[in-house]
């Protein structure tokens, strides 16, 4: 198996510099401050008030991975609570994306899991067992996510990145933040930003 790329240091925003595609919704936020969580995606997708197959996908988790679920547009039913956090967290999954809403946050917040998500609601799905799946490409917050995507989420969003690419996608943010804090000690030394970037190449 080839080993994980580490992301721990990319910040999504440096790569919001240069790509334009693969970032979610500005919506779905994070709700534990100041987390950095990135893996290949496990992707489920479930409809309205059923939440049988995110019973599934957790059973079947590996660690290491980022549970990402499209809710086919629900926006009523919480999917993720404490007894999911916890299932997660014995598979080794890393963090969740839900492009939807969550229940029991102070739960989430005690077991210390990063969860991305539109809200809370106390509304819960049940295992109704009427359709969903899992390991397909699934939509999250306006981004198609196939199974194995790397995603990478922090406090400013969520981005999905091509396997393929990440790596570049890696140097290039990793040259960029180097960068800007030669341009923070310039600016701190009373330089102004119209002097550091005349002349200089902006981010395409």
């Known amino acids: 198996m080839t080993p994980q790329l580490d992301l721990s240091d990319i910040e999504t925003a440096t790569l919001g510099h240069f790509l334009e595609t693969g970032f979610m919704a500005p919506s779905l936020q994070g709700l534990l401050p100041g987390r950095r969580v990135f893996g290949p995606a ?24 980022v549970i990402v679920i499209d809710r086919c547009g629900d926006l009523r039913h919480a999917c993720w609570g404490a007894v999911t956090t916890a299932a997660a967290k014995a598979r080794g999954v890393v963090g969740a994306v839900i492009d939807g809403f969550v229940t029991d946050r102070s739960a989430i917040e005690h077991e210390d899991f990063p969860v991305w998500c539109r809200g809370r609601s106390p509304i819960t799905t049940k295992p109704r067992r009427l359709g969903g799946d899992f390991n397909v490409t699934v939509g999250c917050g306006g981004v198609s996510v196939r199974p194995g995507d790397m995603i990478l989420a922090d406090e400013n969003g969520v981005v999905v990145l091509d396997k393929k690419q990440t790596a570049n996608h890696a140097a290039r943010a990793r040259k960029m933040q180097e960068d800007e804090v030669g341009i923070l000690e ?13 002349g200089a190449k902006q981010p395409s």
């Not at 992707?43 to 290491?64: E, H, N």
């Open 42 to 65: 496990l992707t489920v997708r479930i409809q309205g008030d059923d939440g049988a197959m995110l019973t599934d996908a957790l059973s079947a988790a590996k660690p290491g991975q």
């Open 186 to 198: 310039r600016l701190r030394a009373g330089e102004t930003l119209a002097d550091i970037t005349r």
